[in-house]
């Protein structure tokens, strides 16, 4: 599964989205803060990357600036999750380049379901249904019609 990379100053909340994560097949690493949290990108590169907004050290929302800004992790997702869910704090979460914002208090299914989303190939979430081939004889047959020129 994905390496993800939660930033997380409240040790409970940390705890609580690791084991959720890791039980969904997750490997996980942990940070206490932004700074932490972008340090250990740099060396670790996690598949995504969940941030609380207020942490010490470095926010979270300078975390994600300083990341989208490192060619090696721009492509990262990057998932907010905080108890500050007024409209603006949305909004500066987006567009320091959050993928997702997810707001406190949240279930466990939210966060694996987010997860999920995030890391599944596009094609995968498309609805494509082909019609099935009855057997291999039909598969092989091309279309033979003479060119009407």
Known sequence: MAKILI???EK???????FTLRFAGHEVELAADGAQALDMARTTYPDL?????????????D??????ADENLTSVPVVFVSAKGQESEIEEGFSVGA?????KPFTPD????????LLSPADENLNIEDEPIENEQE???T???PNDQ
Not at 110 to 117: A, C, D, Q
């Open 99 to 103: 993928a997702r914002y997810i707001l």
């Open 139 to 141: 598969a092989n047959q």
């Open 49 to 61: 990357i969940m941030l609380d907004v207020r942490m010490p050290k470095m926010t979270g929302y």
């Open 63 to 68: 975390a994600c600036r300083a990341l989208k």
């Open 110 to 117: 939210t966060l694996v379901e987010t997860v999920s989303e």
């Open 143 to 145: 279309d033979e019609r």
């Open 7 to 9: 930033a997380e100053d």
């Open 12 to 18: 409970d909340i940390r705890d609580l989205i690791a």
